[in-house]
């Protein structure tokens, strides 16, 4: 039998107080280093700000003397000009020394006791204002306390347009103890804080001038951010209620000492962590388990799916994976196929060759980036069409390790487009005849005309005969116009049989102006029936790969399209023209007529199957003509004929490119 000592309440009691200690030691270090750190940092936080207090009290003591020196030599100049007879003499000599020894100040203006200028310097600066605005109120009630207590004064400051802040210093000019005058030199606040702050004073602080408003007039730094420690001290001069706020950022100072504080924080922290870390391992571990059985569900569910069928292999050509819709698509278990090399069981024998030619290139890295279409085989011997995608297999360690294919069933895909071209060269061939049978009538003229011609000449042959007073000469004539009259209604005639001949599409190098001549001939009849004339500009054109029959169907249909449409055009005006323009590795062609035009809403609908707005029209020639110009890799669009004379009309155009693709 086992026995189990049983444990004292008091011993338990011992144990987990010996357990606890530790933990306990460990919070009191931290409370301790906790309390080292933030005394060091106040410290550290009272040393900084005494050192900013001293740096700020420095710097106004700095501009005040900067400022104290120039107050004193624009008074000594004050009573040079109050004394001296060449006074303007005196003010530019004094003035250019003071703007030379002290860039800060932009400009020095003597003006008199109106306020009107007498003299200026710089006279027409770049940059620096033509003088303060004297009739705002900041500069006015300098001039006027300056002008009344016979004091030096500083004005509020104020902008100007350039958006720059500036401060005016007035000093009165006294001859005979009357008011004659006064000096103003203005100085561009930052232009002050440039020239008068050290660079190195930058690098620690924020120097800003700005007002009881919190309104910033200048400022230099050549640093960025935000900080707390930040000391105000009135700047006066100038006053005008201006405050000089200095703004310090801390240094990193006591690095090591910081370092080995943090050190000890952050091992007593993993200490206090590793009294954990064996409680918590199997926690963690248990939900990583299940984490990672949720996570395989996942995938698992993800991949049986999946309708795209996926396939790995290895650099040699090894099937390494593939997924449930891979084996569905080719009948073959995933047994059958990992492990297998070339050539698999799902290459179709007739192919084997170019199949293998194909694994080569993938192999080599040269596989088609959009794509390639190949014959596979099922288990039950049925051959499909499929679509592969190949990409680079790559690890969690960004290493290559083999392929990875994307395999997609286009069997029935391919039927429905072979099924939709045969559907659509069935209706282009409608289209066609539609088109004979609406020109039937006009034919049938065209061709009465030779006939009769042929039947008129015939009787004036069997006349002679009869009178026994013909000879070879006289109807050697007459049987020439004949033959001539023949030949015309047999070209009428083949003419005909070849535009409604059934035939496959076939792009050749083609004549594009033979072509419009064809199409010419067969509408003439048409268009003297309708008295319209037609212009033709067709310059010297090269050969296009097209199908001459299919470029036939377009330009009649457009032509004819263009010939109803000028239907209420009064008769002078119906000119249908056709050109035929060399482009940039393409011929445009375009096809204007003077019509009514094309309303906005109907162009979006044109090229719309069965879309028409003719009674008795069946709204597929525009439709063909553009499939027939896509087959060409061309394109057809119609736009408003802005050169017509009747302020209307529609031009078709379409292009076709030179080079076959």
């Known amino acids: 039998m086992n026995y189990v000592l049983p444990v004292s309440p008091g011993s338990s009691r011992r144990l987990r107080w010996l357990l606890a200690l530790p933990k306990f030691g460990i919070i009191l270090l931290l409370a301790a280093l906790l309390s080292l750190l933030w005394l060091l940092h106040r410290n550290e936080a009272e040393e900084e700000r005494s050192v900013l207090i001293k740096d700020v009290l420095w710097l106004e ?17 004050a009573l040079e000009i109050a004394d001296h007879p060449e006074r303007q003499k005196i003010f530019r000599v004094r003035a250019e020394h003071l703007l030379k020894n002290s860039p800060d100040i932009a400009q020095i203006l003597w003006i008199d006791a109106g306020q009107q200028l007498i003299e200026a310097l710089p006279t027409a600066p770049a940059s620096a204002p033509q003088g303060p605005p004297f009739s705002a109120p900041s500069t006015s009630k300098a001039f006027e306390l300056a002008s009344r207590l016979g004091k030096l004064q500083y004005s509020e400051p104020f902008f100007l347009e350039d958006h720059r802040a500036f401060v005016a210093l007035f000093v009165p000019i006294y001859r ?11 100085y561009p606040l930052d232009t002050l804080l440039a020239n008068q702050v050290p660079w190195w004073f930058t690098e620690k602080y924020k120097v800003e001038i700005i007002d009881d408003n919190d309104i910033q007039y ?37 690095t090591l000492q910081r370092l080995l504080v943090v ?5 007593a922290a993993g200490v206090f962590w590793s009294l954990w870390l064996v409680r918590d391992l199997m926690k963690k571990r248990s939900h990583a388990e299940e984490a990672l059985r949720a996570e395989h569900a996942f995938r698992a569910a993800m991949e049986d799916s999946l309708t795209v069928g996926m396939r790995a292999r290895d650099l040699v050509g090894r099937v390494i994976y593939v997924n449930p819709a891979f084996c569905r698509m080719t009948g073959f278990a995933a047994e059958e196929l990992v492990d297998r090399n070339p050539p698999m069981p799902y290459w179709a024998p007739e192919q084997l060759e170019e199949t293998y030619a194909m694994h080569q290139t993938v192999l080599a890295g040269e596989a088609p980036k959009d794509g390639f279409e190949i014959t596979f085989m099922r288990k039950n011997g049925e051959r499909f069409q499929a679509l592969i995608y190949e990409a680079k297999l790559i690890d969690g360690n960004g290493n290559h390790t083999g392929w990875m294919a994307s395999v997609l069933d286009i069997t029935e895909r391919k039927r429905a487009e072979e099924l939709a071209r045969q559907q659509q060269e069935q209706l282009q061939f409608t289209s066609r005849l539609v088109t004979m049978g609406e020109m039937a009538s006009t034919l049938a003229h065209e061709l009465n005309q030779p006939l009769a011609a042929i039947a008129s000449y015939n009787t004036g042959c069997l006349n002679m005969l009869d009178s026994g007073q013909a000879t070879p000469q006289d109807l050697h004539p007459a049987l020439e116009k004949i ?20 035939s496959e599409p076939k792009r050749a190098p083609c004549a594009v102006g033979e072509v419009v001549e064809d199409c010419l001939g067969f509408v003439e009849a048409e268009a003297r029936k309708r008295h319209i004339r037609i212009d033709c500009d067709l310059p010297p054109l090269p050969p296009v790969p097209a199908d001459r029959l299919m470029l036939e169907q377009v330009l009649l249909n457009l032509i004819r399209n263009g010939m109803e449409a000028m239907a209420a055009t009064p008769e002078p005006e119906r000119t249908l023209r056709i050109a035929v323009e060399i482009g940039d590795g393409e011929l445009l062609v375009s096809v204007s007529d003077q019509g009514s035009g094309i309303a906005q809403e109907i162009r979006d ?5 069965f879309f028409t707005t003719k009674p008795e029209g069946m709204g597929i020639g525009l439709s063909i003509c553009r499939s027939i110009i ?14 017509s004379p009747t302020g209307s009309g529609t031009i078709f155009r379409f292009t076709l490119p030179l080079e076959a693709t």
């Open 218 to 254: 200048a400022t230099k730094t050549n640093i960025e951010g935000n900080s707390n420690l930040r000391h105000i001290i009135p700047f006066d001069p100038p006053g005008g209620g201006l405050l000089l706020r200095v703004t310090g950022y801390r240094s990193p100072d006591n």
């Open 605 to 609: 609908k044109l090229f719309i199957a």
């Open 176 to 186: 005979e103890r009357k008011f004659a005058g006064m000096l103003v030199a203005t």
């Open 263 to 267: 050190a000890i924080f952050l091992l």
């Open 483 to 502: 033959g001539l009259q023949a030949q015309r209604a047999g070209k009428i005639i083949r003419r005909v049989h070849d535009f409604v001949r059934k």
């Open 630 to 643: 896509e087959f060409h890799r061309g394109r057809l669009w119609a736009e408003d004929n802005l050169n």
């Open 61 to 77: 003591q700095n501009l005040r003397f900067h400022l104290d020196g120039n107050e004193e030599q624009f008074q000594q100049l």
